[in-house]
């Protein structure tokens, strides 16, 4: 699979998930309890305690092990940042058997956990009021619940009973919510048996006690590979919503595991839904068939659906520019959208210059809100949130691998987080590397790279006519010494 080197920028502005009745609420910052923060994939989360410290440029490496190319393998999941022990800390899992704890503003490792196999599938981090957890999935079947601050094993939970055939497994991140009034770790699940007896594949979402991993409901939902199940409370109602790599979307009730309504799609989806409990409750997904749709949440019709110009692998977001709600989300046509959330007419379309395959992230610096994704082209990206203009991009390198089915890939997306009124970015590459920088570097960095591309250009011309200037020189030379010979030769005769 390829890895992609990416230059991190940043991006923040985040919100909690709702309290259950046995804790209070926490403050901005405290959790990240779902993939890509909350219901909407903000992806985003803000600090304003000094405490935290200052960003600063780091990249942090991991093992640097890697066992070769395997279909779906991804270097690094999109991280997770939250206030644990009065710091920032920056939770990511890694194709390398571990889940690293981070200081968000050195780079600092704090602990890492070596889990049974690769961890695929983004980890999040919960406060309880009291401690703070991380929640994680490996391809080993089992679900980690650790302690933030120390890295310590809290409990593990096992989706499926080891036996010798088992061919192998994909769990999806992790996302808390409520069920019955208790948070709850809600994980989508496939699963598959390579004996001839059994040729099992089993797909589904379980939901363990947050505290303890005891298993609240199990439901199956077919023998395709889940999505990470995002959690939204409606009014009274608790919802979950997953997708599925046969394309379809369902929604359960949260509380008993039910299903609600499914709707089926052409292609598969292969990213997590976006849920807003604005305009009564809407969905939005995308599929591989390019589509980008949003539904009532509660009955399932729909509401709108857009045609992009090719696959659609990363989640969708849900944001507030400028008083409008907009859908923003990248496909393989080379472009970033940006939908009218009731509508969904197109409010801009950015192009890049190979496939965005990464969600977005918002970052909210004043006067200009950037949305950042990621691309084919091996760049960051930074588009104006309330016209769809470039504003830059940064290069991140190239993949370690030279081939892989990109449409199977689950690449990690950046994030954005304020520290202190300062908003800087984290992405963890293809190429192995995890980076992070503030976005007041991004100026610097650009300038580095347009002074090079300005030298090379310079240059290319001075080197030619260098170059040529040399060739004349030693063709008039040659000319000489020929005529020269001729000149001897003629004297020579009798």
Known sequence: MHP???TPLCFACAFNIAASPRSPAPTVGT?????????????????GSAEVGKLVRWEFHGSDRVWGYQPGMTVWTSPAVALVGGRAALVIGS?????YSLDATTGVQLWRFTTGDSVYANPVIWNDGEETWVFATSTDRLVYALDAELGSRKWIHSLETFRPTLGGARLSSPNV????????????????????????QEGGITALDARTGEVIWRRLLGDNEITAPTYAQIGARHIIAAGSANGTLHVLDANTGDVLWNKTELDAIRAAPAITSQEGGRVVYSSNAGIVRCLDVLSGDEVWSYQTGNWVTASPMIADID??????VGSYDRSLYALDLLTGVQVWRYFAEGGVYAAAALALLPGQPLVLTSAWDHHLHAVDGRDGSKVWQVYTGRPLWDAIGLEHSNWASPIAVEINGHWGVYSGSYDGVLRAFPLD??????????????????????????????????????????????????????
Not at 31 to 47: E, M, T
Not at 95 to 99: E, G, L, Q, S
Not at 472 to 486: F, V, W
Request: net charge positive.
């Open 441 to 494: 570097d991004v100026v610097a960095l650009r300038s580095e790279r347009e002074r090079s591309n300005l030298i090379f250009w310079l240059s290319f011309p001075i080197a030619l006519a260098c170059v040529a200037l040399f060739s004349i020189a030693l063709t008039r030379q040659h000319r000489k010494h020929t005529l020269d010979l001729r000149a001897g030769s003629s004297r020579e005769l009798p």
């Open 323 to 328: 008083r409008r709600l907009v859908v923003v």
């Open 95 to 99: 194709y390398d058997h571990n889940i």
């Open 31 to 47: 959790d990240w309890p779902q993939g890509r923060h909350d219901a909407k994939n903000s992806a985003q989360v803000r600090f």
């Open 177 to 200: 919510g409520i069920a019955n009034g208790k948070h709850t770790v809600f994980v989508g699940h496939w699963i598959w048996d390579r004996s001839l007896a059994r040729s099992q």
């Open 4 to 6: 992609l080197r990416i």
